[in-house]
């Protein structure tokens, strides 16, 4: 094989994907933008006509309070699952062979369980006859059922759960990944354990545990299946209203507009995370440094 053809081999190699990618990713995405520009009849979508009604329609204080919602609960969601999951990360990585393996597995079952079935099964646990609300009134702790269901708190408790993994998996990766000798190095140099974690463990694991949070938080905005099951009508998220506007009220072009603004809010508190990260991290390492 010559250099030229050498040269070319990777991107051959790539052409099936990047075809995939097209058709089934990019040119649904592009006709989205389109549709959400195009006017709304009783017969679908009136493609003689340019115009952002789609758009103004999102600043009814309906529509702008579900994506609220959403935005609020993603952001409270993927900072518990965050906390939560940094002391589990620190905990499995200093384990070694079997034990690690083991609790890695037992995190991950969860997560290769349906999600319908997952939240049916918090369902059981959360209804009002439920086992939390049945150990509660056992216990003379409550003489009324506490309302853990179709309430925000039951789809905050419920994300959790489902997507707790896609925070502990990158934390424990760039945990166990640091050289234990950095941290022996620290002790030498007189610093404590605190100063260790400050300084040395928490820089390096700043990247792994931002990127377990950016999908941790990407995946709660897009959620359907937990918040429909566990909040119900009282508690409308972005996908669930979604689903309403485009397959029972058949409103292509809104469906289109609010696809585009969850996209790009998403992206934008993305990019803006991930600069202040950066923009911590730098810090840290710099008083590390002094």
């Not at 469906?255 to 934008?268: E, H, P, R, Y």
């Amino acid at each position: 094989m010559n250099a030229g053809a050498r040269r070319w081999l990777p991107f051959l190699l790539l052409l099936p994907l990047t075809a995939v990618l097209c058709v089934g990713f990019l040119l649904p995405l592009i006709q989205s933008v389109e549709n959400s520009f195009h006017g709304f009849s009783p017969r679908g979508i009136d493609r003689s006509t340019w115009t952002l009604a789609a758009y103004t329609k999102l600043f009814d204080p309906f529509y702008a309070g579900v994506f609220g919602r959403t935005l609020r609960i993603s952001l409270i969601i993927s900072a518990i699952t965050a906390v939560l999951a940094y002391p589990v990360a620190l905990y499995v990585a200093q384990l070694r062979g079997r034990a690690q393996a083991f609790l890695l597995l037992v995190y991950m079952s969860p997560w290769l369980i349906n999600v319908v079935v997952k939240a049916f099964g918090w369902t059981l646990l959360l209804g009002p006859r439920g086992t939390i609300n049945t150990i509660l009134r056992t216990l003379g702790l409550t003489d009324a059922p506490v309302p853990l269901m179709f309430n925000e708190t039951g789809v905050i408790i419920g994300l959790i759960h489902g997507h707790f993994i896609f925070v502990l998996l990158p934390l424990w990766a760039a945990l166990a990944g640091i050289d234990p000798n950095l941290r022996w190095a620290a002790g030498n140099l007189g610093a404590r354990p605190w100063e260790i974690f400050r300084r040395v463990t928490l820089p390096l694991s700043l990247p792994a545990l931002m990127a377990g949070v950016i999908i941790n938080f990407t995946m709660n905005m897009a959620a359907f299946a937990t918040p429909a099951l566990l909040g119900g009508t009282r508690v409308q998220v972005v996908s669930f209203l979604a689903y309403e506007v485009n397959l029972v009220d058949l409103n292509w072009p809104l469906g289109a507009a609010m696809s585009m603004v969850l996209l790009v809010a998403t992206l934008v508190l993305v990019v803006l995370s991930q600069r202040i990260v950066a923009s911590g991290r730098r810090r840290v390492m710099f008083e590390g440094a002094r």
